[in-house]
């Protein structure tokens, strides 16, 4: 086995192990990844000896070790946008209730950069690093708002959008009619239209040429069939992504004029 091989499979136990639940035996992380248990073990001793991976002294399974929770730590410290979004999500999390995400384009697909769990009754699994739907997602609207009609229907229209609520909006040209909605609100809704029971609202973070460089969204419990009141929390999504935007040096002219909309309406 060569070295771009080990480290491709280390990371493949890494993420596993990320992703469960629970602590795993070398032959269940085996069989799941179709990989020998020997290599397996072999992966798992390499990555216990560095503190990577621990294991669990009552059942002899592994979990993630100390080492692999401090990785991200940095970014949150250095990177501006992810340290400046993290006190935004906190503070929505924390105060209102609101469970918050950040998120950028990677391909196709939008990928969770931050996610903050509140204490309200739904919760929204979401891994750093994970992936997420573009069209079905108030996140994945505001990224897509940002990009041009044509850059859209290239992005997406390889593939049938898929459907995965009765309200997920599956035909391209009726996604890329309701964006122009979103370029003149300045936010983006999602009615139950990626998880049912759940509705999101997105606002799109922008840098200092006024480009769109990552969505900020909350999600909470509610029905699209009641026509629920979503202006309170788009009011408090569009100004946290407002903040951030001045932060990387978005100039104020660019951005949604809240105080204007929200009166009016």
Do not use: W
Not at 1 to 13: A, F, H, I, P, Y
Not at 47 to 67: K, S, W
Not at 185 to 204: D, F, H
């Amino acid at each position: 086995m060569n070295t771009s091989q080990s480290l491709e499979r280390g990371l493949m136990v890494l993420e596993l192990l990320d992703a469960s639940p629970t602590a795993l035996g070398v032959r269940e992380m085996a069989r799941r990844l179709e990989i020998s248990t020997t290599i397996v073990q072999r992966l798992v001793n390499t990555l216990t000896e560095f503190h990577y991976l621990e294991q669990v002294a009552e059942t002899r399974r592994y979990r993630i070790g100390p080492r692999a929770l401090g990785l991200g730590s940095s970014l949150l410290r250095h990177d501006k946008l992810i340290s400046s979004a993290n006190a935004e999500l906190q503070v929505l999390a924390n105060e209102h209730g609101l469970s918050g995400f950040l998120c950028g384009v990677r391909g196709a697909s939008a990928v969770y950069l931050l996610a903050v769990q509140s204490s309200g009754p739904i919760a929204i699994t979401a891994i750093p690093g994970e992936a997420a739907y573009l069209h079905s997602t108030a996140m994945g609207k505001a990224l897509l708002a940002g990009m041009s009609d044509e850059a859209v229907n290239k992005l997406l229209g390889k593939e049938a959008l898929l459907k995965l609520t009765p309200r997920t909006i599956v035909s391209l040209p009726a996604l890329i009619e309701s964006l122009q909605e979103v370029r003149r609100l300045g936010y983006a809704t999602s009615l139950e239209e990626n998880l049912p029971g759940v509705i999101s609202i997105g606002a799109p973070v922008r840098n200092a040429d006024g480009e769109v460089v990552a969505g900020l969204s909350v999600a909470f419990a509610g029905s699209a069939a009641t026509a629920p009141d979503l202006r309170a929390p788009a009011r408090l999504v569009l100004d946290a992504a407002s903040r951030l935007s001045r932060g990387l040096g978005c100039p104020q002219s660019l951005l949604p004029q809240p105080d204007r909309q929200f009166n009016a309406a």
